[in-house]
């Protein structure tokens, strides 16, 4: 088998409405879907993190990888990956994340080829019904009703209305206003609504100084937070946040040799295709289980990146922790039935063959035009200061 073809599409797929984060209002994503084609006919499908990551996949990864074997990932590696500690020195390192695009795809072709899902390539299942997270956020209000969650009590309505329709108990959010007061404030009701069962997960993007970071922590610790991610900026101020909280830390900085040296953050939330693929994903993945780190997958990623993240949370037992998921406010995805939608706080595995998804054309010609007639979606603007990028800390 040899591969032909290296298809590399550009989307993007909005969210019901936007939400604030760290560096600003967040609506929506712009991913490249790639299609690796061979000579037998067998497609494998993969998704890069940012549409930016497929322009690199066009111009190195896939002239590189024609004629190649799709089942030697590591011959496949070698032809266009150089040294990760050269270019983790020299900013080179996007080729490392377009290839981790590919690899999925190679994967893909794998479990087509062998005829089973992939998490039985990975060994078999220790589970199948994979937990996600709720997630929640101050989010400016859309057409057709979606968002508009500006207050302590809207974002309460918000989850207990998750609560209701889709049996959720396990939620994440990001209280970013810059505000610790109104963290605070919302903390305590949502803990005060959900009762004392729900697990409360908050993610600050690094929005706090080290100081706020203590205040914020030392009130919120009593309402039973699950994880906090990113509370500070650093992995030496989580070091020394550790000394004043309890509550464990993530984040999505991959760098387990610091976390170990320094004793925090005590989880990594990463999207596979950042960590260089899957072969890599599962190494770091063993690793954290040897350091005792523990490890989830990341968010706002569409139906091939979630199906990825299925199988190998389905195959790996140290992944014990719900996974993140904006999966009720993406609008759309590029995979058949898409997106994933979570019940009961879990999302079943799929059965077919490889990753078990296959490409919408409909859907995909649809996001596609929407990349080209609007360009790539733009997550850091700051509509209160157009122009300018916004700075940590925010407090």
Not at 39 to 68: M, Q, R, T, Y
Not at 95 to 123: C, H, N, Q, T
Request: hydrophobic share 45%.
């Amino acid at each position: 088998m040899k591969i032909t073809n290296i298809r590399v599409t550009h989307v993007n797929v909005p969210l019901d409405a936007p939400f604030w984060w760290t560096a600003g209002l967040y609506g929506g994503a712009s991913k490249s879907i790639i299609e690796v084609e061979t000579d037998e006919g067998v497609v494998g499908l993969g998704e890069a993190p940012w549409w930016h990551f497929g322009e690199v996949i066009k111009a190195e990864i896939a002239p590189a990888l024609i004629g190649a074997d799709p089942l030697d990932i590591a011959d496949c590696e070698a032809r266009c990956v150089p040294p990760w500690q050269i270019t983790a020195n020299t900013g080179e390192n996007a080729a490392s994340v377009a290839f981790g695009a590919v690899e999925l795809a190679l994967w893909d072709i794998r479990g087509k080829v062998f005829g089973m899902p992939l998490y039985k390539v990975l060994g078999g299942a220790v589970r199948k019904d994979i937990p996600f997270s709720e997630y929640f956020s101050f989010r400016a209000a859309a057409q057709g009703g979606a968002g508009g969650e500006m207050t302590p009590e809207a974002i309460v309505d918000y989850c207990l209305k998750m609560r209701e329709e889709h049996g959720s108990t396990i939620f994440e959010g990001k209280l970013i206003m810059g505000d610790p007061e109104l963290e605070i404030r919302t903390v305590r009701m949502l803990r005060e609504a959900l009762g004392d069962k729900a697990q409360i997960k908050l993610d600050s993007n690094m929005q706090w100084s080290l100081t706020s970071a203590r205040w914020v922590l030392r009130e919120i610790e009593p309402f039973n937070i699950r994880n906090y991610e990113d509370p500070v900026a650093t992995f030496e101020e989580m070091a020394a946040l550790r000394q004043h909280s309890r509550i464990p830390f993530s984040t999505h900085v991959p760098d387990l040799r610091r976390a170990v040296a320094l004793g925090a953050p005590d989880y990594f939330v990463c999207n596979f295709a950042a960590l260089g693929g899957l072969s890599k994903t599962l190494k770091f993945i063993a690793a954290c289980e040897a350091m005792g780190k523990g490890f989830w997958c990341y968010s706002n990623d569409l139906g091939i990146m979630t199906a990825a993240y299925l199988h190998v949370v389905a195959a790996t037992p140290w992944i014990t922790e719900a996974s993140q998921s904006l999966f009720a406010w993406q609008i759309g995805d590029v995979v058949k039935d898409g997106p994933f939608r979570q019940k009961a706080n879990t999302v079943r595995v799929p059965e077919g063959d490889g990753l078990g998804v296959e490409l919408d054309p409909a859907a995909m010609k649809r996001w596609s035009a929407h990349f080209a007639e609007h360009g790539p979606m733009h997550h850091f603007s700051d509509p209160n200061n157009p122009g300018r990028y916004r700075r940590l800390p925010l407090n």
